[in-house]
């Protein structure tokens, strides 16, 4: 296995116990063994720092102007429920281009892993696909594709903006969810397929039954990271839709009513997802890492 | 692949070659292993026996030299590698149990999907092994869950649901605390007891004594020495077999 991989792959697991570098400890980090003390403390803490930067703000002398156009009540409340409406759209963006992605980039990867020089092709094709996308900035291909091909009206293929602006999506984030699954499959120790195949299991039945889930298995964290990616680049698909999502209604309201509060509001949509699945993958880092741990003491 | 031969053997290894780029590891093993007969491969690290163990299960492509299982050759171009393993089993050191699988599923996976037997099938065979092999208890546990001791058997179990032939069996007491390792030599004596043609690797010089019909002296890719066991280890004609030998007394391993 391993055409052509060079150095560790990024996962984001690490040996048991050595220090994460790219992460400080966690939000909750220390509260859990400091009982309720710690939790008094904390809330006191953060009550004083969030009234000392709402006092500093307020007293700026452009605040009530940037008030107005930035976080007008009367706006918000106006405006939230019918972009609320529209983020469905985003929603629904996200699930379709996702389930393609996992699936395409899925056999991006299996492609890549394929070792021989009878696969020389197939690899490389691979390789070149990922090298592309992940190359061209995503708004370029939702451009290309949402303005472009609908322009060629072409028999036999669809005309929609959106079928396309989602296409482009999917073709992006593949390339990138593609190396995420090249990393898990290269961090499943060659001894574990040999376990496999000295049992009279074929190559492929090797990858789908002991690489594979092991593979995804790992790289569930990273998954969900291109996740959150995806749902805020559903956005981008308002540059070439006339049908409004959140993002492009946001920008409708804030041109009528000349305020930007709208988009605060989409934007808070935007963070309603993305927070929770966040917070997700870090419980789920931190579990894996547990678990590892437990694994080793034994 | 064929029955038993009339002449009783079970596999032979001619003139093996095998180097990984300019290392030279096996430099023309000669080998024949009768039906039912067990040999053990010793000698020191370095000396060639995993790379031997993998060979023989196609692991490995060797550059020169044939094996024969039963009279077919294995090591000719076009034979069809999973069939040729389906007849083999090997059993690793580091046990490379699937991790992600209970014991009952790892025992069953290759069955299943390598033989093509039913569920039902696969399981009733998988459970009368662990059973005997008191591993029963254990049968929806995860690997992480047993001990290192119940991992390798259950390993042994793995490669013995496939019927095989032949079993390979490279130092699987090596990654073991002291005290897990008679529980997996049992196995293997009780194996031998049942008439298993096996080749094992080991550094455990008493057990060899013991259990071999035939102990293989490997030094630097060649078979030095080989001989019945009271011979090799009382009387050593090759003075590197006697150094070996020595190394270990010291290391008090025998
Ligand atoms: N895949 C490989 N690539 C390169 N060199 C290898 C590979 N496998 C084994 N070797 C080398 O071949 C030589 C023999 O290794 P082998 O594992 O067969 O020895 P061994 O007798 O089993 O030793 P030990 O008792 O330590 O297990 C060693 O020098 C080893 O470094
Ligand atoms: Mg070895």
Request: with cysteine.
């Amino acid at each position: 296995m391993g055409a052509g991989g060079g150095g560790a792959p990024e996962l984001y697991e690490l040996p048991p116990g050595e220090p994460d570098p790219g992460r400080g400890p966690g939000i909750l980090s220390g509260l859990r063994q400091e009982g309720a003390r710690g939790v008094l403390i904390a809330v006191v803490s953060t009550f004083v720092v969030a009234a000392a930067i709402a006092f500093a703000v307020s007293r700026s002398p452009n605040w009530p102007a940037v008030k107005e156009a930035f976080f007008n009540g009367e706006e918000f409340r106006s405006s939230f429920p019918d972009i609320a409406a529209k983020f469905i759209r985003n929603v629904e963006y996200f699930v379709v281009a996702e389930v393609f992605i996992l699936a395409f980039a899925l056999l991006l990867a299996v492609m890549r892993s394929l070792s021989g020089p009878v696969f020389f092709p197939i690899r490389a094709l691979s390789i070149l696909y990922t090298d592309l996308f992940r190359g061209i900035p995503t708004i370029l291909v939702v451009y290309l594709l949402g303005f472009g091909v609908p322009s060629l009206s072409l028999t036999g293929v669809p005309s929609s903006a959106t079928f396309w602006a989602v296409v482009a999506l999917i073709l992006s984030y593949s390339a990138y969810v593609a190396e995420v699954y090249r990393a898990g499959i290269e961090s499943v120790h060659p001894s574990q397929a040999a376990a496999a195949r000295s049992l009279g299991l074929s190559r492929w039945k090797t990858f789908r039954f002991v690489v594979i889930p092991q593979a995804v298995r790992r790289v569930v964290p990273p998954l969900l990271n291109d996740f959150v990616g995806l749902q805020k680049d559903t956005a981008l698909v308002a540059f070439v839709v006339v049908v409004p999502e959140a993002f492009k209604e946001a920008q409708i309201i804030q041109n009528a009513d000349f305020n930007f509060t709208p988009l605060l509001a989409a934007a808070l949509l935007f963070l309603l997802v993305t927070i929770p699945m966040t917070r997700l993958v870090d419980w789920l880092v931190s579990r894996q890492r547990r678990r590892r741990q437990v694994a080793t003491a034994l | 692949m064929n029955g038993p031969r009339a002449d009783g053997e079970a596999l032979r290894l001619e003139a093996i070659h095998k180097s990984f780029g300019k290392l030279e590891v096996l430099k023309g093993i000669d080998l024949s292993v009768a039906d039912h007969e067990v040999i053990c491969l010793i000698g020191s690290s370095g000396s060639g026996k995993s790379t031997m163990l993998r060979c023989i299960n196609l692991l490995e492509p060797v550059d020169a030299g044939r094996i024969t299982v039963r009279g077919e050759e294995i090591t000719a171009t076009g034979v069809d590698v999973n069939r040729i393993r389906r007849h083999i089993g090997i059993v690793f050191q580091a046990f490379n149990l699937f991790p992600h699988m209970t014991v009952i599923r790892n025992v069953t996976l290759a069955p299943m999907e390598a033989l093509g037997m039913s569920k039902a099938e696969a399981r009733a065979r998988a459970l009368e092994l662990l059973e005997r092999f008191g591993l029963a208890d254990k049968r929806e546990e995860y690997p992480d869950r047993l001990s290192g001791g119940q991992q390798q058997r259950v390993a042994i179990v793995r490669a013995l649901a496939m019927k095989p032939d032949i079993m390979l069996l490279d130092e699987v007491t090596s990654a073991l605390d002291p005290e897990l390792v008679a529980e997996v030599l049992n196995v293997i004596r009780e194996l031998a007891a049942g008439g298993m043609t096996m080749v094992i690797a080991t550094h455990e010089m008493g057990f060899a004594r013991d259990i071999a019909g035939r102990v293989c002296f490997l030094d630097a890719g060649r078979i030095l020495e080989e001989g019945p066991p009271e011979r090799i280890f009382s009387a050593p004609r090759e003075e590197r077999t006697r150094r070996f030998l020595q190394s270990i007394i010291e290391a008090g391993r025998m």
